[in-house]
């Protein structure tokens, strides 16, 4: 079944820097890759997703790519923001239905 | 629109007893997924429905833990002689249809904010 790693477990950043999020994943045939931000108490919520057919994507200060042939993909946020301080999971389509999720990155942006 | 609501929203147990958690899924979505979040870890998945029926119970620890999704709305996941290990974030979400990627369609999947479970 599908596997998919997650890395940096935590990630600490100035204000106004940028932060990247790698994950790996393990079966070829996964083709969706969303990303979730969940603060605390809460769910996660849905920021971005990629699918297999696009390279990367961008809505406005986060961006997504996707390497298919390595198997990785990226979560990168510029100009980051106090309130972009949360836990931030990948995750990967490993079947039709069920996604398959990385152990999470604690993001903390110092003010 | 509501969103995806679960209840309680915290519950305290002892171990051995019994629990029910419930969710009730966005109105019109007919896929309704139930996930566990360890303290400090990722989101482990538990079972999937697809209106009433579970196609896939693979995620479910053991023969404790049961789920059933009724009018194809309400689900409730039940954890029968609780234990210790079993505490954790309960999480549960919902999509339009089965088929997070059905060849373009959006149907990406909606949390709610989870039951956080305590076995003392």
């Known amino acids: 079944g599908e596997n998919v790693e997650q890395h940096p477990s935590t990630l600490s950043v100035q204000e106004g820097d940028s932060a990247v999020i790698k994950c790996t994943y393990s079966?070829?045939?996964?083709?969706?890759f969303p990303w979730y931000k969940q603060e605390l108490g809460k769910g996660p919520q849905l920021i971005i997703d990629?699918?297999?057919?696009?390279g990367e994507k961008k809505d406005q200060r986060i961006a997504v790519t996707l390497n298919k042939t390595a198997k990785h993909f990226s979560l990168h946020i510029t100009e980051t923001q106090p309130e972009d301080s949360a836990v931030y999971f990948c995750?990967?389509?490993?079947?039709?239905?069920?996604?398959?999720f990385g152990s999470g990155t604690r993001l903390l942006v110092r003010p | 629109g509501a969103g995806v609501s679960q209840s309680p929203s915290n519950k305290v147990t002892e171990k051995g007893k019994d629990v029910e958690l419930r969710c009730d899924p966005i109105?019109?979505?007919?896929?309704l997924y139930w996930y566990r979040q360890s303290l400090g870890q990722g989101l482990e998945f538990l079972i999937y429905?697809?209106?009433?029926?579970?196609?896939?119970k693979s995620g479910l620890p053991s023969d404790r833990f049961s789920a059933e999704r009724t009018g194809g709305s309400v689900s409730t996941l039940t954890i029968q002689r609780t234990q210790q290990e079993d505490s954790a974030v309960y999480l549960c979400?919902?999509?339009?249809?089965?088929?997070?990627?059905?060849?373009?369609?959006?149907?990406?999947?909606?949390f709610g904010n989870g039951t956080r479970l305590t076995v003392t």
């Open positions: 990629i699918r297999s057919n696009v």
């Open positions: 429905f697809q209106g009433n029926s579970a196609p896939d």
């Open positions: 079966d070829s045939a996964s083709n969706y």
């Open positions: 995750a990967a389509c490993g079947s039709s239905y069920k996604l398959i």
């Open positions: 109105s019109g979505h007919t896929a």
């Open positions: 979400a919902s999509s339009l249809w089965g088929d997070i990627w059905p060849g373009g369609g959006d149907s990406p999947l909606h």
